[in-house]
């Protein structure tokens, strides 16, 4: 059973964020963000990781940011070492959301490469908004190790993460276009095509490829 807080308006927080109805849980999670206080922060963290609402956990997540980064972020970073896979991509949202450098260190292979699609995809929006410059290039190399992978809204989590890198990524990109798996060079096309093209949707990008894959005349 979860400790009680020793500040009685984190106690109250907690509480309210046990509550059965979900609105009321946003309504403690709204309150908590207009009022930020650093006794919450490992409530709304704690939260996070096991609320099963989705707007709830949105509101969590509008909560932390309003909290003082030099609390959240050791908090939200200590998640992504949890066993529990809903805390570590909560806390990898959390984080992209935030944009704080600091944090860059602890997005780690093991989440990027992690075998839980629903943590991975947080860990390559997390690490393209929070990646230094000069690792920008790297990354992307990383991340093209994916293409192909998962359905296609995760194959477009990583699209996504990948323009958002912009220049960096289109080395990494052109030499994936050459990819042996027709679903990973498919995917890197798409992607290509569509930091080309803004208004280019994902879905006529990835038929287009594929179908431009499946046409080319084999070696």
């Not at 989590?157 to 960096?168: F, H, K, W």
Request: net charge negative.
């Amino acid at each position: 059973m979860p400790s009680v807080p020793a500040d009685p308006a984190a106690a109250r927080l907690a509480e309210a964020l046990a509550a059965p109805a979900a609105s009321t849980r946003q309504q403690a999670a709204l309150t908590a963000g207009t009022h930020p206080r650093d006794s919450y922060v490992p409530v709304l963290v704690a939260q996070c990781a096991i609320d099963t609402d989705l707007t709830v956990r949105e509101t969590l997540t509008w909560a932390l940011l309003r909290q003082d980064p030099d609390v959240s972020l050791p908090a939200l970073t200590a998640e992504l070492a949890s066993s529990n896979p809903q805390a570590q991509s909560q806390a990898l949202h959390t984080l992209s959301k935030i944009g704080d450098g600091r944090a860059w260190p602890s997005i780690t292979p093991e989440l990027i490469d992690n075998p839980d699609l629903g943590v991975a995809r947080t860990a390559w929006r997390a690490a393209s908004r929070l990646a230094p410059e000069g690792e920008r290039a790297a990354l992307a190399e990383t991340l093209t190790t994916h293409l192909g992978v998962g359905d296609w809204p995760v194959q477009r989590a990583l699209t996504d993460a990948l323009l958002y890198l912009g220049e960096a990524a289109v080395p990494a990109l052109a030499d994936a276009a050459q990819a042996p798996d027709p679903h990973a060079r498919a995917h890197a096309l798409a992607t290509t095509a569509m930091g080309a093209e803004d208004s280019l949707g994902f879905d006529v990008a990835i038929e287009t490829a594929l179908r431009q894959v499946s046409n080319a005349p084999r070696a």
